[in-house]
């Protein structure tokens, strides 16, 4: 069965909007049910008072200012925000709009508004996850920066290591005072070099000769250690400046010195020897001249490296033994 007419009344009333109609005057004519739920106030209550009294104290000036001035002169208003009154609670925001309609030569304005609680909490909602995402942006770039920062820390960590085990690998290999490789450099390339030897069993030459300065201590007596250290930083020197590319000068001790002279004859290194003592001879030396003693040896069949470094150093005792500042060969 059709409703009838009449039975729009309680429907009207119970409209999930709030309406009112309001007179020529501003007063309420009719209110319905919905509303006077919302505001916690008898529908009769509202009868008869001025619009106006629905809204908050702020949103009166919005309803007689704004929507109002547009109903008179447009005669509708859409969507204007506006806040209830709520007897007892908070306000409630609303969205309202009004029609102007005449009704027996009256024109009245019908209001309808429909709460907007929903869309403020989402648009809150909203601001706030936008506000959590900018700031979880943020630390994730300070996480990113740290990362960065952290990064380059230890490249340059791992730069400084890498000099530091050079620097270190080269302090174990050397002498402080010369710069030369030192006698633990010295055996390990002899080692290296006689194992060569015997791997490939085929003819092959290698000369040691062990070096040491003549007379050194009345040096250091007579002008100071200093003076001493400097003559043989000078013989190093002066030993690199002689030897050959593939020759290595080491300081084994004191003011003792070995070289080794690989792919290099007794004849050729005795040669070079006698080059070397000459050349030592004549250098100008400050503040006194210096002499050294050399023995020589080279590599025989069988030779270990303790039986070639005792002959090398019979042959430097023998040199000393007839005289100093000579070469004796073995
Ligand atoms: N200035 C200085 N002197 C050193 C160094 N190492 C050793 N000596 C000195 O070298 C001298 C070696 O003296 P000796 O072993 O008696 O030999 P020598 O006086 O050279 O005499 P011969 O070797 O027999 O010709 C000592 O006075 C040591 O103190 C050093 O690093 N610097």
Not at 2 to 12: K, L, M, N, T
Not at 85 to 110: F, I, K, N, Y
Not at 138 to 148: C, D, P, S
Not at 159 to 179: F, N
């Amino acid at each position: 069965m059709r409703p009838r007419a009449a039975d729009f009344a309680r429907w009207w009333h119970h409209a999930p909007s709030g309406q009112v109609i309001v007179d020529e005057q501003g007063l309420i004519l009719q209110a319905n049910q919905t509303i006077s739920d919302w505001m916690a106030l008898p529908v009769s209550y509202l009868y008869n008072r001025p619009a106006s009294e629905l809204f908050t104290p702020e949103a009166r000036m919005l309803y007689l200012g704004l929507l109002a001035y547009r109903v008179a002169e447009d005669g509708a208003a859409d969507e204007v925000h506006l806040t209830l009154r709520v007897e007892g609670d908070a306000p409630l925001p609303v969205l309202c709009s009004a029609r102007q309609m005449t009704h027996q030569s009256a024109d009245l304005v019908l209001l309808s508004m429909l709460p907007i609680a929903r869309k403020d909490s989402l648009e809150r909602e909203l601001i706030q996850a936008r506000q959590e995402a900018q700031l979880a942006l943020e630390e994730k770039n300070a996480v990113i920066a740290e990362l960065k920062s952290v990064r380059s820390a230890l490249e340059s960590q791992r730069e400084e290591l890498k000099s530091l085990t050079m620097r270190l690998g080269h302090e174990a290999r050397s002498d402080a005072l010369t710069g030369l490789p030192n006698r633990r450099h010295f055996d390990s390339v002899l080692q290296q070099l006689l194992l060569t030897l015997a791997v490939n069993r085929g003819p092959a030459s290698l000369s040691v000769a062990l070096l040491d300065v003549d007379h050194f201590k009345p040096v250091n007596d007579q002008y100071g250690h200093a003076v001493g250290d400097r003559v043989l930083q000078q013989l190093a020197q002066l030993l690199s400046s002689q030897l050959r590319g593939r020759d290595l000068a080491a300081r084994i001790g004191g003011e003792e010195f070995a070289l080794l002279m690989p792919d290099t004859s007794h004849a050729e290194a005795s040669v070079a020897m006698d080059r070397l003592r000459r050349a030592i001879e004549i250098y100008p030396w400050q503040p006194v001249p210096i002499t050294v003693s050399i023995g020589l040896t080279s590599f025989r069949a069988g030779d270990t490296q303790d039986s070639l470094m005792a002959r090398a150093d019979a042959a430097l005792y023998s040199a000393k033994h007839q005289g100093r500042n000579r070469v004796a060969k073995r």
